[in-house]
């Protein structure tokens, strides 16, 4: 029986390799050598030829100052070729000097009157003399009856001007060759110092790029960042990166919906793509903590920011504004449910008081108690709805009021109050008197004749709310603060985080493009006003709403 195969083991298979870190840096000594071997061919080829012209100007700068000999022009016609001849000995003197191979001197006919083969003294030229003996110089390679050579002719002129005769200088093509061989060597050792050095730098380049993709494979690497698009997009996070220079790296698909923001907002810079306040300085780490409170539009927003190696950041963002709806919610029920609470006893005190006047057959006084009771409670109900048409907010203040009342303050509406049901948005419109009547109802608390005066009036379709509390009132240095996220005086309640009212208050006014302040009044306190304009509707053809009622609803005293 064969045995079975042992794990792990197997044929080893030579072949790319998968790491980064060795693929960069097979490719860059790939790349380095090949353009150390470019370059040295590129300087190579160019080189055998600058040896070649060097040689032939050797040559023909030997053969013109042959030529310039007068002796020479004269011997050449005044003797007759020969080995002893004075035409060979200065020919031979001169190519003992240069070091050239040859200084060939004929006549017009070619006839050789020097060589340095004698025996070929007095014969005609191998190679074609033609141009020389035309008057003009001539530099070529060529090979003849000594081998191949580099060569120089020039014409030889006599006293009158006229040819006579040429010269021919060759210089051993073996030595061109031997000096470009002897150059290689040099320009291998340069080639192969370059090589060394570009392969040390790709070889410390390849071990950076191995410590920041921690030595992963290219494969990896895919894989990883498919993953990281799938998680950023599928989550239900915002989540928003920063570079070191503060321009938005990457916005997942929540926090495009969250901060209201687009895919082009990526590469441009926060404070450009958000604009001033409170959720760009959270974001940009100007604002420093855990589940940072922002509002950004209609929302209200949890941030939680944690920095990056490259002096970038990465930032979480959560939608909080259900949950804090709903704890606002809870906090008006918790409210109500005290003071039913309290109505509850109250009742029972009431049914004792007339139960003892049954009792006591005081039957009279019973019946002016219990007229009494009820006729307090359908006064204050009917005069909200005369004044406040809308029904919405004739409920939140209706039952704000009896809040208000467990607490020992008094609301009340401003004189001139008139609000006709043609509120564009109620919900917004109960969510801004919701938030500065529960404000006022805690400052007031407490304080000695503790009251709240609600006051609303239009113009036009413009909406004018004032809210005005006889507590301590607000510094005037921290008039544009409270209106910021996160600022607050009160305890944290148990759902969650304070600071968020007068935020969402001056959004909301804000979004239809009105405004919200606060200033001190007469007496102590502090005054709300808000703004909202086209909060109304249109009124319908021939309806009235009610005489207009200039006075400011706010308060009854003079505002500072």
Known sequence: MNAPPTPGRGPRRFGWPQRVFSQVLLMQLAIITGVTILVTGLFLAPLSDQLDDQAMRRALAIAQSTAADPDIVANLSSTDPSDGGPVQSAAERVRRATGAEYVVVMNQRGVRWSHPDTHRIGAVVSTDPGEALRGREVMEIDSGTLGRSARGKVPLFGASGEV??????????????????AAIPGLLA???????????????????????????????????????????????EGVVALDG?????????????????????????????????????VLAGRVVGDDLL?????????????PTDDGGAVVTLRDRTELEHLGRELDSTTGLIDALRA????????LHTLLGLLELEMHEDAMEFVTEVVGVHRATAEQVTEKVQDPLLAALLVGKTTVAAERGVSLRLAPGTLLPDRVVDPRGLVTVVGNLVDNATDAAA?????????????????VILGVRDSGPGVPEDQHASIFTEGWSTKDVPAHGKRGLGLALVRRLAERQGGSVTVSGADGGGAVFTVVLPEALAEPPAGSQDGPPHPTHPATTGEQR
């Open 294 to 306: 922002a509002v950004r539009g209609s929302r209200v927003l949890l941030a939680n920011r944690m």
């Open 446 to 462: 407490g304080s000695d004749g503790a009251r709240i005066e609600v006051g609303l009036r239009t113009e036009g379709r413009t």
């Open 245 to 281: 220079a503060g321009r938005v790296r990457l916005l997942n698909d929540e926090a495009q919906r969250l901060l209201g923001l687009g895919p082009e907002a990526a590469g441009r810079p926060l404070e450009e793509v958000l604009g001033d306040g409170r959720t760009t300085d």
């Open 343 to 350: 109505q509850d006893h109250e009742h029972a005190n009431r």
């Open 164 to 181: 006579i005769g040429a010269v021919s200088v060759g210089i051993a093509y073996d030595s061109v060759r031997a000096r470009l061989l």
């Open 190 to 236: 340069y080639a192969g110092g370059a090589l060394a050095v570009g392969a040390l730098a790709a070889y410390l380049i390849s071990r950076r790029l191995q410590r920041q993709t921690h030595d992963l494979a290219f494969s990896d690497i895919s894989a990883l960042l498919t993953e990281r698009e799938a998680m950023l997009h599928g989550i239900r």
